[in-house]
Nanobody, 115 residues
């Protein structure tokens, strides 16, 4: 059974940091492309950051320079380090793993940035 479980969401003030983690099980983690998406209330889900199985990364322009995606294949974990958080970063954040025709999602973790 494939599972992606996110950790690390919470409530922070503007300018603070959070690190999200996503632990995967049931897949050969090292061959999967990984990504973090987010969805704010009333908005469509958007791609925040992605990393290929070879380590290439891409970011939503509004988070580039503030967020960093990384992966630890030995721990089957993908991370999203979020610095200098802004109120507009408030959303449910989802972990995604994709390889060819297979795609899996986590259940999401809430990130709220408010003063």
């Amino acid at each position: 059974q494939v599972q992606l479980v996110e950790f690390g969401g919470g409530v922070v003030q503007p300018g603070e940091s959070l690190r999200l983690s996503c632990l995967a099980s049931g897949i050969p983690f090292n061959i999967y492309g990984l990504a973090w998406y987010r969805q704010a209330p009333g908005e469509q889900r958007e791609l925040v950051a992605s990393m290929t199985n070879r380590g290439s990364t891409d970011y939503l322009p509004s988070v580039r320079g503030r967020f960093t995606i990384s992966r630890d294949n030995a721990q089957n974990t993908v991370y999203l380090q979020m610095n200098n958080l802004k109120p507009e970063d408030t959303a449910v954040y989802y972990c995604n793993a994709e390889h060819q025709w297979d795609e899996f999602w986590g259940q999401g973790t809430q990130v709220t940035v408010a003063s």
